[in-house]
């Protein structure tokens, strides 16, 4: 949650809390990494309200680097990885399991990159208005590439999927990013994971349909 330390961290307790009910939802060994979804959204939402309090007390600063790089490699570093690899770890056809593979093999790739600007180059967040924003001195040439291809690696799976529902979880997450980029870009690291969070929603509806369909055909 981007927008103080107190709605970040009731922001990743609700959402936690979501993310506990829609674990208790699941009914296939297939669905627990889609499942526990909103789980690693509640933990980035609270490690994000720690960066508040360090950033708010500088007695903290020592704890600075830490709860920033925390927050980025869930942002930037495991996002890309963990949807195609929910979506693929679900996905029953062979033929859309190909192309999923395609995304999470993007998905590392980026991931790989993100790990290794983010301990080679600095990274330093600072509050904005009702913001934080994650200022880094990565490279600039790379910057819009590396941020097309987390768009590709995290939302197309959603649209690729055969699983009942994830196209509308797809839209919502492009939607989101959309009103982030066009608003809020300085802060679109932050903002977006806010928006994104609040479409945990939509996971837990996704496999509380699918466990109801689940039990009435038994």
């Known amino acids: ?78 996002w890309p990885v963990m949807v195609p690899l929910a979506v693929l770890y679900m996905e029953k056809d062979k033929k859309r399991r190909k192309f999923l593979w395609v995304f999470l093999t993007m998905g590392i790739s980026l991931s790989l990159y993100y790990i290794f600007c983010l301990f080679t180059f600095n990274v330093r967040p600072e509050i904005m208005g009702y913001h934080i924003e994650y200022k880094d001195n990565f490279p600039n040439s790379l910057h819009l590439i590396a941020f097309a291809i987390y768009l590709i690696a995290s939302i197309t799976p959603l649209f690729i999927s055969s699983v009942k529902r994830t196209h509308l979880l797809g839209i919502l997450m492009s939607l989101s990013c959309l009103i982030t980029i066009i608003f809020f870009t300085q802060y679109l690291t932050s903002v977006w994971c806010f928006f994104a969070a609040l479409i945990s929603i939509v996971i837990f509806w996704i496999l509380r349909d699918a466990k109801r369909k689940y039990k009435a055909y038994r």
Do not use: D, R
């Open 1 to 78: 949650m981007c927008f103080s330390a107190g709605a970040s961290f009731a922001g990743g307790v609700i959402i936690s809390a979501i993310g506990v009910a829609t674990v208790l939802k699941v009914h296939k060994p297939s669905q627990i990494v889609f499942a526990s979804i909103p789980l690693f959204f509640g933990f980035q939402q609270i490690v994000e309200g720690f960066v508040w309090l360090i950033l708010q007390h500088p007695g903290y600063a020592q704890y600075q680097n830490l709860a920033t790089h925390i927050y980025l490699v869930m942002a930037e570093v495991f």
